[in-house]
């Protein structure tokens, strides 16, 4: 349980820090533009290339810590995520961005299928939230392949620190279930 709360402590932490962060040096937002959508801030695409930098930051408003857990359900399509897939124990990572706006991506995302997986969370917004297994939930004894991923970020205002694997039958259901948010790089299961 300790270990949880000092993640998502960790989590909020380093979500509000982003928030925080501004490379112009001044505020990009009034008290009074806190109500409003979020809105893309910092730098422009990349002249070669067309695409945003990594840099490129977004004004999400940090989770509140007492937030509620995240229901299943339809939720508002916003979202920013870092999301992180290694083939093995010793393969590279894929590492990329997911910024949804609406349940639409934006130009910020550097996702192999973003739109799928804007619409995925969108659908459902608690489809990262992962719960803890419960000390009599029976899961099969397969083994689903060496791919992990960790997914951080923001799901709705809602803080998310959510790890994936294939140890078991039940770890195969929630990578499943997040698939499309795991993008190409997760490889089929």
Request: charged share 10%; net charge negative.
């Amino acid at each position: 349980m300790y270990k949880q709360v000092g993640r998502a402590a960790l989590v909020l932490m380093a979500v509000a820090g982003l928030a925080a962060c501004n490379p112009g040096g001044g505020t990009t937002s009034s008290p009074s533009a806190s109500t409003s959508a979020p809105t893309s801030t910092g730098a422009s695409p990349s002249p070669s290339s067309g695409t945003p930098s990594p840099d490129t930051e977004t004004t999400l408003p940090a989770p509140s810590p007492s937030a509620a857990p995240v229901t299943s359900g339809p939720g508002q399509g916003n979202a920013e995520l870092a999301i992180m897939v290694k083939p093995s124990e010793t393969g590279t990572p894929a590492n990329y961005t997911l910024v949804c706006r609406d349940g639409v991506p934006t130009a910020e995302s550097q996702h192999p299928s973003a739109a799928p997986a804007c619409t995925a969370l969108k659908n459902n917004a608690a489809i990262l939230s992962l719960a803890p297994k419960a000390a009599d939930q029976a899961c099969t004894q397969q083994y689903g392949g060496p791919q992990q991923a960790t997914v951080t970020g923001v799901v709705d205002g809602r803080p998310v620190d959510a790890s994936f694997s294939l140890r078991d039958g039940c770890a195969i259901n929630a990578w499943n279930a997040a698939k499309d948010v795991l993008g190409s790089a997760a490889g089929a299961v």
